[in-house]
């Protein structure tokens, strides 16, 4: 199957810093990348989807400015997680998705952020 | 809108015997797709099975098969024999498959499934 990667799959940072997650399709083009978040023994849960070479659609209660998305090719999407605070200390995962249809959706193998 | 609905929040489950991870779902779209992953402690996401609204069979994939109940709205998952490997979280999650788009999945709450030697 496709592979996506997606690192660091884990991170420290102190407060206030900004981390940068990527997520690169190796062997297909990512026409849609979704970002998940998932905290601890709870479900994955859309962030936001973003299409290549345009802005990404947040869903309800994601702040687009903290979490700054950019999806500039069909194999490269990043996350930027802006002004990180503990509370945003999460798993993130991103899944990359050429067009619909496809039985099975491609995700990276996560990023546990830790803010301290 | 779409809503994917898993009760059970925890199963335990002996070695070498067969365990159903049940799973519901509500969506007005007539053709979706429902997927089942397994999320071990490491986090990463496994594609387990995929069954199509139009399918006609059940899917089947090695020990793993998703008795797929149309008019209920249900896809459980099946998984037979099972193994101390097969401890671990799995998701239900739905996709709805409108012509053209790419979409997004929608996710369970999750069954963390624990077997027992």
């Known amino acids: 199957g496709a592979v996506v990667s997606q690192h660091p799959s884990w991170v420290i940072c102190k407060s206030g810093t900004s981390v940068k997650i990527e997520c690169r399709s190796l062997?297909?083009?990512?026409?849609?990348m979704f970002w998940y978040r998932q905290f601890p023994k709870q479900s994955l849960m859309l962030m936001a989807t973003?299409?290549?070479?345009?802005?990404?659609?947040?869903e309800q209660g994601v702040e687009k400015d903290k979490f700054l998305i950019n999806h500039a090719s069909l194999t490269l999407s990043t996350l930027t997680v802006t002004s990180a605070h503990p509370e945003d200390s999460s798993f993130y995962i991103c899944n990359g998705a050429k067009v619909a249809g496809n039985t099975e959706a491609f995700f990276g193998q996560g990023t546990r952020l830790t803010v301290v | 809108a779409q809503k994917i609905t898993q009760t059970q929040p925890g199963m335990f489950v002996q070695e070498k015997e067969a365990v159903t991870l049940d799973c519901t779902y509500d969506t007005s779209d007539p053709s979706y797709g429902l997927f089942w992953y397994k999320q071990p402690s490491s986090g990463e996401m496994i594609f387990l099975i995929y069954q199509g609204s139009y399918d006609q069979q059940n899917a089947t994939e090695g020990r793993y098969s998703l008795n797929f109940q149309k008019a209920r709205k249900s896809a459980n998952l099946v998984i037979s024999a099972s193994q101390l490997g097969d401890s671990a979280m799995y998701f239900c999650?739905?996709?709805?498959?409108?012509?053209?788009?790419?979409?997004?999945?929608?996710f369970g709450t999750g069954t963390l499934l624990a077997v027992q030697p």
């Open positions: 062997d297909f083009q990512a026409t849609t």
């Open positions: 973003s299409n290549e070479g345009s802005k990404a659609t947040y």
């Open positions: 999650a739905m996709r709805e498959d409108r012509s053209g788009a790419t979409n997004k999945l929608i």
